[in-house]
């Protein structure tokens, strides 16, 4: 198996590296909460400048028509720098519209592609153990809305927003214009610090170009697992490579604490845990570009992201001491960045949960080597 990048992956992975890295600093950030930044509007010009804003927006669309081994690459640096921009959200949310939603939406992903609209996305319906808070019933040809839709990402600065909705057939996305009379919005600030708003719908009428059919809701759910685990993969790598220099720096009896085989142990736990969340998503994304079937995968991908990144960070800021919990020190910023990420999706127990529903439903998977290695196919 080749497991190297491509010339062109490599150049977009040093081209986001470089990017995120000038222009997302430890200075940055901390001038940014003074000034109650909830997202960093020129870092996303830069990206819609440089076309990592559309890399997995379909080229017949007008974007870059890349896979998700490139978009996840550009995250993974996006997670290093704790670069606070809708990247994987926006995109998905127009590829979606744009392979799901025909000609009704291409003026929508149009606007999306050229960055003069932002597109964001909520998917904690399918995850919350109470179900969607949105409900959609059919009404004179179009859909009704009820309902809320709770912290939808830079929901007071996105013009639409793709969310579940559940309706008599079950769950489905529905694209709800932001603007648009019968739109509550209250906006928030999320664990780490980006804006947030609860959308509250009192009889919202929509087209019925506007909800999706129902297979979208599967391809956009593994993308954006993908999407986070990227996220965590890049979050949870920094955040370890900052602890290893701090511990060969922290002396204490006269030696530096990265010397004691306790505090080596913990991190090497916390470096294979990194090492075997990025075995999976490679895997995932893999699936995903050669267009197999990936819904264990992804689980497997969502349940370790959760897990990584509570491990990593515990023992981040366990060896960090007292230091950790101060905000004047960068550490704590990792470690809120991880808790986002784990609540996003959907915590490793649910996940565990529907993996284990699914290694139940298919219990002749993996005993004969002559069995095919995904029912699917």
């Known amino acids: ?8 992956q490599r150049a977009i992975a040093d081209m986001a590296g ?13 001038a940014g909460t003074a000034a109650g930044e909830t997202w960093m509007a020129d870092v996303w010009a830069k990206c819609v400048e440089t076309g990592l804003h559309a890399l997995a927006i379909p080229e017949a669309a007008g974007g870059s028509g890349l896979g998700m081994t490139e978009l996840m690459l550009v995250l993974e640096a996006q997670g290093r720098a704790l670069g606070m921009v809708p990247l994987w959200r926006h995109q998905l ?8 939603g025909g000609d009704a939406q291409r ?18 319906g399918p995850a919350d153990a109470s179900g969607a808070a949105l409900a959609a019933r059919p009404d004179a040809g179009g859909w009704v809305l009820h309902g809320q839709v709770k912290a939808l990402p830079l929901g007071m600065e996105s013009t639409a927003a793709l969310v579940a909705a559940a309706t008599p057939d079950g769950l489905r996305l529905v694209l709800i214009p932001l603007n648009a009379a019968g739109v509550e919005r ?13 959308l509250h719908l009192d009889g919202l009428r929509i087209a ?40 060969g720096e922290r002396v204490q009896f006269e030696r530096p604490i990265g010397s004691f085989q306790a505090v080596q142990m913990s991190l090497a736990d916390a470096h294979m845990a990194i090492e075997a969340l990025r075995a999976a998503l490679w895997a995932l994304v893999y699936r995903l570009d050669a267009g197999l079937p990936a819904r264990p995968e992804s689980l497997a991908t969502r349940y370790l992201a959760c897990e990584t990144g509570h491990l990593v960070g515990h023992k981040a800021q366990h060896v960090h001491g007292g230091i950790g919990v101060d905000l004047s020190y960068p550490i704590h910023r ?21 993996l284990g529903d699914w290694l ?3 219990d002749t998977l993996g005993w004969k080597y002559d069995l095919a290695e995904h029912p699917s196919l």
């Open 1 to 8: 198996m080749d497991f190297q990048l491509s010339d062109d």
């Open 18 to 30: 470089s990017l995120f890295g000038d222009l997302c600093s430890d200075e940055r950030h901390r």
């Open 93 to 100: 949310a127009a590829a979606a519209l744009a392979r799901f």
């Open 107 to 124: 003026a929508r992903v149009a606007h999306a592609v050229t960055g003069e609209c932002l597109l964001s996305l909520a998917l904690d």
């Open 186 to 198: 209250v906006a928030g600030v999320f664990t780490h610090g980006e804006g947030v708003a609860d």
């Open 208 to 247: 019925a170009t506007e909800m999706l059919p129902a297979a979208a809701g599967e391809w956009l759910e593994t993308r954006a697992i993908a999407c986070l685990a990227a996220l965590q993969l890049g979050v949870s790598s920094e955040q370890l490579r900052r602890t290893v220099a701090y511990v």
């Open 334 to 354: 990792y470690l809120y960045w991880s808790r986002a990420l784990g609540l996003a999706l959907g915590g490793a127990a649910a996940t565990l949960e529907r």
């Open 360 to 362: 139940a439903d298919n």
